[in-house]
């Protein structure tokens, strides 16, 4: 029976990393509002540091839009992201639970995600993001063609 509580432990480990990405990782584009220069810094394929998740993020105006390229096999939904300066807030939906997500930009290509608020909060996944991090680093062109992997839906 340990055996099964050590497995468990581990995959709920993984689970936990990837969740956290997930939960973040649809936000890591944000662009300030009215400026011409921050298109192409915003716009990109981004890829969760140490992980296969990768997203292609577009923005137009005030707001993010994101699309799945590779998501490991988690379905996840997210809403259309809303741009404030150097951040960016959207909603993800996994398995039961709403996040609202943080993003804010780094300078050198990177993102770091978190999660603002998690709910149902009893939930095992809600527990483990809480006080955790993503960075997400700009890999290529939001234009480069990738095929997708897994399934997500925007």
Same mark, same amino acid.
């Given at each position: 029976?340990?055996?099964?509580?050590?497995?468990?432990?581990? %995959?709920?480990? $993984?689970?936990?990393?990837?969740?956290?990405?997930?939960? +973040?990782?649809?936000?890591?584009?944000?662009?300030?509002?009215?400026?011409?220069?921050?298109?192409?810094?915003?716009?990109?394929?981004?890829?969760?540091? =140490?992980? %296969?998740?990768?997203?292609?993020?577009?923005?137009? !105006?005030?707001?993010?839009?994101?699309?799945?390229?590779v998501t490991m096999g988690y379905e996840w939904r997210n809403s259309v992201g809303e741009i404030r300066g150097n951040s960016a807030t959207l909603d993800v939906e996994y398995q039961g639970v709403v996040a609202r997500v943080l993003v804010q930009?780094?300078?050198?290509?990177?993102?770091?995600?978190?999660?603002? +608020? #998690?709910?149902?909060?009893?939930?095992?996944? #809600?527990?483990?993001?809480?006080?955790?991090?993503?960075?997400?680093? $700009?890999?290529?062109?939001?234009?480069?063609?990738? =095929?997708?992997?897994? +399934?997500?839906? !925007?």
């Amino acid at each position: 029976m340990q055996i099964q509580v050590v497995k468990f432990t581990r %995959l709920l480990t $993984r689970t936990t990393g990837v969740m956290a990405m997930a939960l +973040s990782l649809p936000a890591h584009i944000l662009a300030q509002p009215g400026s011409a220069q921050a298109a192409p810094q915003w716009s990109g394929i981004w890829n969760a540091e =140490g992980s %296969l998740l990768t997203l292609r993020v577009t923005h137009q !105006n005030d707001q993010l839009n994101v699309e799945p390229l590779v998501t490991m096999g988690y379905e996840w939904r997210n809403s259309v992201g809303e741009i404030r300066g150097n951040s960016a807030t959207l909603d993800v939906e996994y398995q039961g639970v709403v996040a609202r997500v943080l993003v804010q930009l780094g300078n050198d290509n990177t993102a770091m995600v978190r999660a603002l +608020s #998690c709910q149902p909060d009893y939930h095992v996944v #809600c527990a483990l993001v809480q006080n955790q991090q993503a960075l997400f680093r $700009r890999t290529g062109s939001a234009n480069a063609q990738s =095929g997708v992997t897994g +399934s997500a839906t !925007n």
